[in-house]
């Protein structure tokens, strides 16, 4: 039987005694904060303080007599163990005859009862969702209240750190220039006022950096733009005497984080307001509505205008980026000799490696952080798409098999991310195999050429062709968009097959860069992924239209231990060797060592 977790346990009842002071009936709580971003810092850990479950997806719901929390297939060992004890009931998200939490609430809630969560935490489309299908018990929300402020008494601060201000040469354009361009957005979609919730965004468009959520250098903030004025609201400790001067200069109103709903609530609306529904929280969200319908106005959800232009890069920002790439590929080219060279021979586990790798990124001109947490995985752990090694849980790196390396880094001039996997010692003729599939579809797919007003999924039979020759696949998309000195995963723009309903898709244009990532997972054996971001650039323009095609920022070597020509067409290894030798053209005055230059020279040879 297992052990009562008295300290959990009790929290419960303190959360109860609080619903029932509101007169809420259930409570929910997710794994996110106010703007939906991809990390949460540990103010908003309420679901892991309530039920001791620390996985980076899940839901807690408590009623006044049962908790259930809903996590995915990653977390079903993990959340297990960690609340044993709890009295919390495991939901196993997708298995045969598990309910959603939609579907569990309007099996359970009884007809006017309450259902109560913090909005600013819940997405738009959640909260719509569950007040669709609970009208039908006449179930009403209560949405403004965070009832774990009121338990949760050592509850770590809202993150908060100095921002900093990019120069208009480093942008490529100013504030003032990108501003412009949104108000013809809005003129265009007849709207008068924008409420922006999307931090990376905001940080694009003001030019501004902070450092609020882990591995995005952005601040807690949100944007109200009308064709006059420019609101920003962020947290007054943030605002260095650097920032508070440019914000003067360039006519930012600053205003605190927190009133921003006091703000919307009062605003005077003398026409149509646009948001985005995918990036605005539900408070947020009913607040708008609620002022739209007062002051007899539309609320127009339509895409933040700021997504696109922010993903097709200006030519300063392409400049640099370049450049960026080739310093960031050099320090990883320099990591594979050393892994390669000391695997068996001295101790290496996947966390030691990861932290070597990350103190090479460190010691680059511009550095600022890494662009998310590197994802070190030796041999069957690389079979796990979401892997993470740490300190006190993580494998040895013998001299046998393969290393998968998954990083990148913020500079000042770009964000990189970059995937290369390193053969340690002896591999199995199925390892080459998919491996030079990988390799194939890759190269394949940053060959591709292709007309203008194609999508991602136009082009991502390009990176799987090769392994769908063989019968696989891999679960993933093939490509993402990144930020520039922003976050690593960016849209409109994708790389993927699957139709979806509803999901919407972006034209792939000259400036974007997207990520270019096959891979090959075989659970209790091994995993392969080969990642190079390209930039979409025209070729060529005839009767037919505009050809496009992608260049590589990425230039460091793959691994030919790996590669059996066999399993490659002729025109595939001609890209490798073409490749190959870009790499070692662009990489290695880079690279000051010697040793490690003839050890390049080797490995970029042509086959």
């Known amino acids: 039987m297992a052990i009562e977790n008295t300290v959990i346990k009790e929290r419960l009842a303190a959360l109860r005694a609080k619903m029932a002071e509101n007169g ?150 100013s504030f003032a220039q990108k501003l412009a361009d949104v108000r013809e957005k809005m003129k265009k979609a007849g709207v008068s006022s924008h409420l922006l919730s999307k931090l990376d965004d905001i940080m694009w468009l003001t030019n501004l950096r902070g450092n609020d959520v882990e591995c995005n250098p952005v601040a807690l903030s949100y944007a109200y733009i009308t064709l006059d004025r420019f609101v920003l609201f962020v947290q007054p400790d943030e605002v260095t005497e650097e920032v508070k001067a440019y914000c003067d200069r360039v006519g930012i109103e600053l205003k605190d984080y927190a009133e921003v709903m006091n703000f919307v609530s009062e605003a005077a609306f003398d026409g149509n307001i646009l948001y985005d529904k995918r990036n605005t929280n539900f408070l947020t969200y009913k607040t708008l509505s609620k002022k739209a319908e007062d002051a007899g106005v539309s609320l127009k959800n339509e895409k933040d205008p700021t997504e696109l232009m922010k993903a097709v890069k200006n030519e300063t920002e392409l400049k640099n980026i370049r450049e960026v790439y080739i310093r960031d590929s050099a320090a990883l080219t320099e990591f594979i000799y050393w892994v390669k060279k000391n695997a068996g021979k001295i101790e290496m586990t996947e966390y030691s490696a990861a932290m070597k790798l990350d103190s090479m990124r460190a010691q680059l001109p511009g550095f600022i952080e890494l662009s998310f947490p590197t994802i070190s ?52 003729d199925e390892i080459k195999k998919h491996y030079t599939a990988t390799v194939a579809g890759m190269l394949q797919m940053a060959d591709a050429l292709f007309l203008e007003g194609c999508t991602g999924r136009n082009l991502d039979v390009y990176a799987r062709r090769p392994l769908w020759d063989i019968g ?53 054996s091994h995993g392969i992924r080969i990642e190079n971001i390209v930039e979409v650039v025209k070729r060529s323009e005839n009767e037919y239209g505009k050809f496009y095609g992608f260049d590589h920022l990425t230039y460091a070597p793959i691994d030919l231990e790996a590669i059996d020509t066999r399993y490659m067409k002729p025109e595939h290894v001609e890209l490798l060797n073409k490749y190959h030798k870009a790499v070692y053209e662009k990489v290695s005055p880079y690279i000051k060592d010697e040793e490690i230059k003839n050890w390049l020279k080797e490995a970029t040879r042509a086959i």
């Open 24 to 173: 809420i009936d259930y409570y929910m709580m997710p794994t996110s904060d106010f703007h939906n971003s991809e990390y949460s810092a540990d103010f908003f850990k309420v679901r892991e303080y309530f039920c001791g479950f620390d996985g980076s997806n899940g839901t807690l719901v408590v009623s006044t007599d049962h908790a259930g929390m809903w996590t995915d297939g990653r977390y079903f060992i993990q959340a297990e163990n960690q609340m044993k004890g709890t009295s919390v009931e495991l939901f196993k998200m997708g298995n045969p005859g598990v309910p959603t939490i939609e579907e569990y609430l309007s099996q359970n809630m009884k007809e006017g009862q309450v259902l109560g969560f913090d909005g600013r935490v819940v997405s738009t489309s959640i909260g719509e969702k569950l007040e669709k299908k609970l009208s039908e018990k006449k179930v009403s929300l209560k949405i403004d209240k965070d009832l774990a402020q009121e338990v949760w008494t050592d509850r770590p601060a809202l993150p908060c750190h100095d921002m900093y201000v990019l120069s208009d040469e480093l942008c490529g354009r």
């Open 377 to 428: 995985a030796y041999n069957a752990n690389a079979a796990m798409a979401h892997y993470e090694a740490t300190k006190d849980n993580c494998a040895e790196v013998k001299a046998q098999g393969m290393l998968l390396v998954d990083s990148g880094g913020t500079y000042m001039g770009g964000t990189t991310d970059v995937t290369r996997t390193i053969v340690v010692g002896e591999i199995s």
């Open 472 to 524: 696989i696949d891999y679960n993933h998309g093939t490509g993402h968009g990144i930020g520039y000195m922003l976050n690593v995963h960016e849209g409109p723009h994708s790389l993927r097959w699957r139709y979806v309903e509803g999901a919407s898709e972006a034209v792939l244009e000259p400036g974007m860069i997207v990520s270019d990532e096959p891979g090959v997972y075989i659970e209790g």
